[in-house]
Nanobody, 116 residues
Framework: QVQLVESGGGLVQAGGSLRLSCAAS????????MGWFRQAPGKEREFVASINWRGDSTSYSNSVKGRFTISRDNAKNTVYLQMNSLKPEDTGVYYCNTVPQSRLSWGQGTQVTVSS
């Protein structure tokens, strides 16, 4: 069973940047399309970005398009989310999982807090 560990979150001022990482165990990681999701306090988890297994096709929610970039390194079993021009509404716990269905157990996530 593949396990997911998210990291890289923190407290940042509006306009700042963070780079999140999602490390996966297991040899089948490279065969999965992967996505990032986030959950703000009192809200449901929402889709942020996804990348196909080869890393040559990506998609983004309208709220982050042009500011966030998803990438992956299959040799390192890791998916990244580069977040630039952060806004207070980007605050939340960020998770990764497979897409389009979330097939794996959710990790603990990594907290991102953007202050205004």
């Amino acid at each position: 069973q593949v396990q997911l560990v998210e990291s890289g979150g923190g407290l940042v001022q509006a306009g700042g940047s963070l780079r999140l990482s999602c490390a996966a165990s297991g040899r089948t990681f490279s065969s999965y399309a992967m996505g990032w999701f986030r959950q703000a306090p009192g809200k449901e988890r929402e889709f942020v970005a996804s990348i196909n297994w080869r890393g040559d096709s990506t998609s983004y929610s309208n709220s982050v398009k042009g500011r966030f970039t998803i990438s992956r390194d299959n040799a390192k079993n890791t998916v990244y989310l580069q977040m630039n021009s952060l806004k207070p509404e980007d605050t939340g716990v960020y998770y990764c999982n497979t897409v389009p269905q979330s097939r794996l157990s959710w990790g603990q996530g990594t907290q991102v807090t953007v202050s205004s």
